[in-house]
């Protein structure tokens, strides 16, 4: 009981200060420290300007915190030949995930990446490097079904933020079309988020009954829905949850970004654990350099 209370203590003083994460002070200023060095370094290879659909999702990330962007010819042609490799992972019930009865998730090998590399390299990439004014790193990647399920909410099934650095970005590619009826994410925008978290929304397990109503009206919340080949960028420190598909399934090409000193794009395989520390990405850059980009050491 003590222990909830002073961790929702320390959101809060989190949130008060303007991050929109609690990973602690130090850290948020390491990450900004990080992610100001990315920067300098884009800045020193003279990019391109942006373009006007760049510049329209930078700003609306900025602004919202979501962005979801209608399909283009050229997405749905980078999908096109990796699409039946994608839907063989998403088939195999190996890949389910043990302990949801309906969900399959699948990281991609570095092999498996580099085929839907070309993804990134559309638009989408530039979009990116223009929100963040910095090259990024993937830091992972993984397909993604969620289908019709009898459990009751919990973890992201339940409003919730990630919690990451708050220079990340999450890029949901939609697989399938998507609407409510097969799962559409829900999304609080930055306006709403920031609202929540200063009135107290800390831990997805506890919330209180005024913040639970405003969580839930759904005058307050985005429901990304959008046809497959749609984009969603998302910084996932945005307060939303996943929804069980009530027919059909939805599937998600899914990136985890984060800002990087160089302009290769680096896959860096690593899930989770890739967030504790800023200079991480550094790190593993160089690791990736000795070793070859098959990750084989
Ligand atoms: O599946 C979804 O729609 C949301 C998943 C989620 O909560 C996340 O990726 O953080």
Same mark, same amino acid.
């Given at each position: 009981?003590?222990?909830?209370?002073?961790?929702?203590?320390?959101?809060?003083?989190?949130?008060?200060?303007?991050?929109?994460?609690?990973?602690?002070?130090?850290?948020?200023?390491?990450?900004?420290?990080?992610?100001?060095?990315?920067?300098?370094?884009?800045?020193?290879?003279?990019?391109?300007?942006?373009?006007?659909?760049?510049?329209?999702?930078?700003?609306?990330?900025?602004?919202?915190?979501?962005?979801?962007?209608?399909?283009?010819?050229?997405?749905?042609?980078?999908?096109?030949?990796?699409?039946?490799?994608?839907?063989?992972?998403?088939?195999?019930?190996?890949?389910?995930?043990?302990?949801?009865?309906?969900?399959?998730?699948?990281?991609?090998?570095?092999?498996?990446?580099?085929?839907?590399?070309?993804?990134?390299?559309?638009?989408?990439?530039?979009?990116?490097?223009?929100?963040?004014?910095?090259?990024?790193?993937?830091?992972?990647?993984?397909?993604?079904?969620?289908?019709?399920?009898?459990?009751?909410?919990?973890?992201?099934?339940?409003?919730?933020?990630?919690?990451?650095?708050?220079?990340?970005?999450?890029?949901?590619?939609?697989?399938?079309?998507?609407?409510?009826?097969?799962?559409?994410?829900?999304?609080?925008?930055?306006? !709403?988020? #920031? $609202? *929540?978290?200063?009135?107290?929304? %800390?831990?997805?397990? +506890?919330?209180?009954?005024?913040?639970? /109503?405003?969580?839930?009206?759904?005058?307050?919340?985005?429901?990304?829905?959008?046809?497959?080949?749609?984009?969603?960028?998302?910084?996932?420190?945005?307060?939303?949850?996943?929804?069980?598909?009530?027919? !059909?399934? #939805? $599937? *998600?090409?899914?990136?985890?970004? %984060?800002?990087?000193? +160089?302009?290769?794009?680096?896959?860096? /395989?690593?899930?989770?654990?890739?967030?504790?520390?800023?200079?991480?990405?550094?790190?593993?850059?160089?690791?990736?350099?000795?070793?070859?980009?098959?990750?084989?050491?």
């Amino acid at each position: 009981m003590l222990k909830a209370l002073l961790h929702g203590a320390q959101r809060r003083l989190h949130y008060a200060l303007g991050f929109d994460n609690s990973a602690g002070i130090i850290r948020n200023l390491g990450y900004a420290r990080y992610h100001r060095r990315c920067q300098e370094a884009y800045a020193s290879r003279h990019p391109a300007a942006p373009t006007e659909r760049s510049r329209d999702v930078a700003l609306a990330i900025q602004g919202a915190g979501f962005h979801l962007a209608p399909p283009t010819p050229e997405v749905v042609a980078a999908l096109e030949p990796i699409r039946a490799m994608l839907d063989a992972r998403l088939d195999d019930p190996a890949n389910r995930v043990p302990k949801f009865d309906a969900l399959t998730r699948y990281y991609l090998s570095p092999t498996e990446f580099d085929l839907v590399r070309p993804v990134l390299d559309t638009w989408i990439g530039a979009a990116v490097a223009h929100s963040l004014r910095s090259d990024f790193a993937v830091a992972s990647a993984y397909v993604y079904r969620t289908e019709p399920s009898g459990d009751a909410p919990r973890s992201s099934w339940l409003w919730h933020s990630d919690e990451h650095p708050d220079c990340c970005l999450k890029l949901f590619v939609y697989l399938t079309d998507t609407t409510i009826e097969n799962g559409a994410m829900q999304v609080h925008t930055w306006p !709403s988020t #920031r $609202d *929540l978290k200063r009135r107290g929304f %800390a831990d997805r397990r +506890s919330v209180g009954p005024t913040i639970q /109503a405003d969580l839930d009206d759904p005058r307050r919340y985005v429901v990304a829905e959008g046809a497959r080949g749609s984009v969603a960028f998302f910084c996932a420190n945005a307060i939303h949850r996943a929804i069980w598909p009530k027919r !059909s399934h #939805r $599937d *998600l090409l899914t990136f985890e970004l %984060a800002p990087c000193p +160089s302009a290769d794009r680096p896959y860096l /395989a690593k899930p989770n654990s890739y967030w504790d520390r800023p200079d991480a990405p550094a790190t593993a850059i160089a690791h990736l350099s000795q070793i070859g980009t098959d990750g084989a050491s």
